[in-house]
């Protein structure tokens, strides 16, 4: 399974949970395509890739297939857990934001090096002093972190995460990291978000529309 693959699954996903919490109980795969932006072909070729299957005439049942992909994208009864490392300005706008644990996702807590800001009990997850990252990790069953720094402390922050054994990371900071294998011959996975990046990009296509 591709990647662009990986980011429909994860689309259908959300979408299917938003149809389940509006009481729907089937969806046909021009609903999905609607929703996710794309072709009804491409959605039943996936789920044809996926062995997942449904009735010509009616469609799928939500609760199957968010079930189906739920297990396909490692979801469990339990929330996947998350940490922050760096509560700035986009740390502690994610520590606000409530969209994460309806698909499944909860920050557990936050890093910083500010007595200050680790100090502060105004936040709805605990921040925590950078020291306790490895105890905090193990304590949670925490896998993956989002690195929200300083560029400075990109560097440190990562090899403080793989040494307390977190495995995948979102860096949100402006250096670019690129993983490196461990001892046990496992490689992190790394996904580098560069808004300034982003939007360079966007001004240019606004340029240069496609045609």
Known sequence: MNNDMVIRITRYYRILNRLKSLGLEKVFAHNLADAAGVSAAIVRKDFSL????????????????????????????????????????????????????????????????????????????PIYPINRLEEIVKGHNVDVAIITVPESATGDSYQRLVHAGIRGILNFSPITLKPTPLKDGTVPVIHNVNIALELEQLFYELQFPKR
Do not use: W
Request: charged content about 20%; overall charge negative; glycine content about 14%.
């Open 50 to 125: 996926l062995e997942i299957f449904g009735q010509k005439r009616g469609g799928y049942e939500i609760l199957d297939l968010i079930a189906s992909l739920g297990k396909i994208l490692g979801k469990t009864d339990e929330p996947q857990t998350v940490i922050i490392i760096g509560c700035g300005r986009i740390g502690k706008a994610l520590m606000h934001y409530n969209g994460f644990e309806p698909d499944g996702i909860k920050i557990v807590a936050g890093f910083d090096s500010d007595p200050l800001v680790y100090n502060d009990n105004i936040h709805p997850v």
